[in-house]
């Protein structure tokens, strides 16, 4: 930012690069809307009026808000590299995010998250990012990567990063352990924000954690428990993702006291939401629509996040701040009708102008060290009753439910007749394939297997199925496509997504990997799933940190005691 050039540009000494006339405009710190022109110098807001310009565009009495800002974002989750998904989430008026690159991370360390900061360069948006801190969330699981302090620390010199994200292992928070308190006091240090991820922390463990310097949450479910965590001092963040939506229960804590302290975030986002619904206008057309204030959703989504992480040059329309600009008609109905960033028009009527140019494509190492031949599913009948994974629609969270085993010569075997089918994680990262084997109940399925390498955290290869030798077909099929999604029948690959990048992303355009995923998704169904994204709730399934019972390579972990437990009772 040129400061002479813009403070020349605002004085009106010198014509404005670009003058947006006769436009209503949205002002997040008086929550008025004022009619007038907005002067636009070196891609910033330098003033207000008739200034003399080498270039008018007629709002012709649309808004024009601050560009959305995503608080909290997977990339990853996406399925979609990070020009793929910012070529996505710009038409609808994102011109931010604040992505925690903690997937990748998982799988490639150091190496992800430069291969995250590398390819937000030349983006159609501003592609901001908080630190991963649990790298492995825990030790009951095998990731691809540890990063310490140590490892982290350079990374903070970067104008990019903007937070330490989630703190997802709380219990290391409430007893101080070493390794999480040398990254909470590096962050310290930087003077950065700390998010927090605590779902169901209250009392006393609570208190702990915030008093470490924990400063958001969005992992609430409850009203009672976003109010709990407000009035300690917390930040909310009201999620609206693909697998997790907490916005209609939290929604009741969301008023003229509460709403400065809250934002709106997606978190995870499959294709089909990015590109159907939308992304962060979605949640605010969802919000309104529930009878919150329109101003109100705009300031969760403009400079409530901008205030929250520091960053001063977006979430407003003010001198000072980049002209990153949503334009709309209704205000009732926030659609996109124009996106401007850094002064710059890309997009029009939700879709990205072909002069945007796609920047140059970042590569990053193969991870699949995985032979999947002679994979062994069976489980041993050792009792009488098993702990069961109830997968639970559009949440991440799960219940242990206590089932009857189905048995059969000997061995635990799957029983689609009460919805409970095998599931098993398989490290791809060490060669040695150890494998965690369960059940789960509520995917629905009749026959056949699916299977991913998106498993949440530590992204190990997940399976469900019937039969182990579908089962073993799935993450062959996985493995084959480099990373991905797989649906298998009888021994028949039915459909695949593949991820080539770290097992998680695709370098495709965000339309083809929802094509892919639809088919995928169409051929899970055809073997009886029942939800509407089964790949995402079993992405889930695998995740340590999420109450209340997960299953890593390890074995089953009871989220609720933080350890891992016996499969048979």
């Known amino acids: 930012m040129d400061f002479e050039k813009i403070i020349t540009a605002a004085r009106g000494d010198a014509p404005v690069d670009l003058l947006l006339t006769n436009a209503r405009i949205i002002n997040v710190f008086s929550g008025r809307v004022t009619d007038g022109c907005i002067a636009v110098n070196d891609g910033y807001i330098v003033g ?45 008026g994102t011109t931010a995010v604040v992505a925690d690159p903690h997937e990748i991370a998982n799988v490639l360390g150091a190496t992800g998250i430069d291969y995250m900061l590398r390819s937000a360069e030349d983006q159609p948006m501003d592609c901001l ?22 490892d982290l620390a350079p990374f903070f010199a970067h104008p990019r990063i903007v937070a330490l994200a989630e703190m997802m292992n709380y219990p290391g928070v409430i007893f101080a352990d070493a390794d999480v308190m040398a990254k909470l006091a590096l962050a310290r240090s930087h003077h950065r924000t700390m998010d927090g991820h605590a779902p169901g922390l209250s009392g006393r463990r609570l208190f702990a954690y915030i008093a470490a310097g924990i400063a958001s949450d969005h992992e609430c479910t ?57 992304h962060v206008d979605a949640v605010i057309r969802k919000a309104v629509a529930k009878g919150l204030d329109p101003m109100t959703a705009i300031r969760m989504g403009t400079i409530n996040p901008a205030e929250y992480f520091g960053i001063k040059d977006a979430g407003a329309i003010a001198p000072g701040r980049k002209a990153n600009l949503v334009v709309f008609s209704d205000l009732a109905d926030i659609r996109a009708e124009k996106v401007f960033y850094q002064g710059r028009t890309v997009a029009e009527n939700g879709r990205l102008l072909p002069t945007v140019r796609r920047p140059a494509a970042v590569s990053v190492p193969p991870s699949m060290r995985l032979d999947p031949r002679g994979l062994d599913f069976s489980i041993p009948a050792t009792g009488s009753r098993v ?26 075997v799957a029983d689609v007749a009460r ?139 009871d989220v609720t005691r933080f350890e891992v437990v016996s499969l048979f009772i």
């Open 48 to 92: 207000f009026g008739d200034y003399d310009t080498a270039e008018a565009i007629d709002m012709k009495g649309r808004y024009v808000a601050p560009g959305f800002i995503d608080s909290h974002v997977h990339i990853e989750s996406s399925m979609a590299c990070v020009t793929e998904f910012a070529r996505a989430v710009a038409p609808h």
């Open 387 to 412: 702990r069961v994974i109830r997968a639970v629609a559009d949440q991440v969270v799960t219940r242990c439910e206590i089932m009857a085993v189905a048995e059969k010569e000997g061995f635990a």
């Open 222 to 278: 409850r009203a009672d428990e976003a109010l709990e965590k407000l009035e300690l001092g917390m930040h909310i963040m009201v999620r609206e993702g693909t697998c997790a939506r907490n916005l209609d229960a939290l929604f009741p804590v969301i008023n003229t006291n509460t709403w400065h302290r809250m934002m709106w975030c997606t978190d995870d986002r499959h294709p089909h939401d990015l590109l159907t619904e939308g």
């Open 419 to 557: 919805d409970m089918v095998k599931l098993a994680v398989v490290d791809r990262y060490t060669g040695q394939a150890c494998i965690g084997k369960g059940f789960v109940a509520g995917l629905g399925l009749k026959r056949g297997a699916i299977a991913s390498s998106v498993a949440h955290d530590s992204h190990n290869i997940i399976v469900a199925g019937v039969s182990d030798a579908a089962m073993q077909a799935a993450v062959a099929a996985v493995v084959e496509m480099g990373g991905g999604l797989a649906a298998v029948g009888d021994g028949t690959v039915l459909a695949g997504l593949p991820l080539p990048v770290a097992g998680l992303m695709s370098d495709q355009p965000v339309e083809t990997v929802r094509q892919q995923l639809d088919r995928v998704i169409a051929a899970a169904k055809e073997l009886g799933a029942v939800l509407s994204d089964p790949f995402m709730t079993l992405g889930f399934l695998a995740l340590p940190v999420i109450p209340d019972l997960k299953l890593t390579d390890k074995g089953l972990v």
């Open 129 to 150: 990012f908080a630190l991963p801190s649990c790298v492995p969330a825990t030790d009951m699981e095998t990731a691809g990567a540890r990063l310490d302090a140590g």
